[in-house]
């Protein structure tokens, strides 16, 4: 457990301090072991992922490693982006919200811990089934390095490339992202490494 850490954390937090909080006390109802991960407190079941609090501009959220799981009878589930393959969000704009809503967050997480308990898995997309921009092929076809340097990373690292690259609407600016991004990929860096 790390409560030293989410304590300096909470502490320290400009933005949403009184719901996260409150939206820790929530998750150690359950007895999830506290720790932090990501920068923020994450709370786990036997070593696995269940739940972590994080705060945006807008809103505060808890955010379900395997939301997409979750039957979501209230509706309420949120993906953060299009790209997001199995975490979902419950997310807020008050304390009075997280009050009013406590029972129903409660009832998200023991789904949550229930889906732990179960062993279930999310099934992501393949790397090959994400979006192949001509512009980064058409690099990869003309240097054997960065083809084998692009194939040697992560399956992880691999899909930021591929979803970076894609996200650009014109060519030119897809070709020089591929540009821009090739000494890294031939560094073996992901996309965010240093």
Excluded at 19 to 40: A, S
Aim: some cysteine; proline content about 4%.
């Amino acid at each position: 457990m790390n409560p030293k850490v989410v304590d300096r954390f909470l502490d320290r937090a400009k933005k949403w301090k009184p719901e996260m909080t409150l939206l820790r006390e929530i998750c150690l109802d359950f007895g999830l072991t506290e720790e932090f991960k990501w920068m923020h407190p994450c709370y786990t079941f036997q070593d696995k992922n269940v739940v972590l609090i994080h705060g945006f501009k807008e809103y505060c959220a808890l955010l379900f490693h395997k939301g997409v799981l979750l039957k979501d009878t209230n509706n309420m589930l949120i993906q953060q982006t299009e790209n997001v393959q199995a975490a979902r969000q419950l997310r807020f704009t008050s304390l009075k919200e997280i009050i009013d809503l406590k029972p129903t967050i409660k009832a998200y997480i023991f789904e949550a811990i229930e889906v732990e308990k179960a062993g279930l898995e999310v099934t992501l997309k393949k790397t090959s089934e994400f979006n192949m921009p001509t512009e980064f092929k058409k690099a990869l076809d003309n240097d054997p390095d960065l083809k084998a340097a692009f194939q040697g990373l992560t399956p992880g690292r691999q899909r930021g490339y591929l979803l970076y690259f894609s996200q650009a609407k014109q060519s030119a600016t897809r070709a020089n992202r591929v540009e821009k991004y090739t000494p890294k990929i031939l560094q073996g860096k992901g996309l965010n490494d240093q």
